[in-house]
Nanobody, 127 residues
């Protein structure tokens, strides 16, 4: 089973940038589809980005063009670069290990809580 530890959360002003990291251990990391999802108080969980073993990426429409998911296989670390942040991006962000799921399936799976995930890291965007 994979263990995931997110870091890098914090407060940022609207329009700013921020990067999240997720350290993975305990599994054959590079063979998994990995992703990020978020959950804000009173809102439904949302899968925002996924990356597959071949480097293919998928994004939710809400973050497309602003967020970039990447991974460093040598460091077993997943990243989420967030640019042009908006107050509506405020949420707890979690990374997730999604097994063989890919693309939109991976985003939807995160939306319903599938996969393994860490403890989350809070991102707050002020206007």
């Amino acid at each position: 089973q994979v263990q995931l530890v997110e870091s890098g959360g914090g407060s940022v002003q609207s329009g700013g940038s921020h990067q999240l990291s997720c350290a993975a251990s305990g599994a054959t990391y590079v063979s998994y589809c990995m992703g990020w999802f978020r959950q804000a108080p009173g809102k439904q969980r949302e899968g925002v980005a996924a990356i597959e073993g071949d480097g293919s990426t998928t994004y939710a429409d809400s973050v497309k063009g602003r967020f970039t998911i990447s991974q460093d296989n040598a460091k077993n670390t997943l990243y989420l670069q967030m640019n042009s942040l908006k107050p509506e991006d405020t949420a707890m962000y979690y990374c997730a290990a999604l097994g063989s799921l890919t693309g939109i399936q991976a985003l939807r799976a995160m939306g319903i809580g599938a996969g393994h995930w860490g403890q989350g890291t809070q991102v707050s965007v002020s206007s």
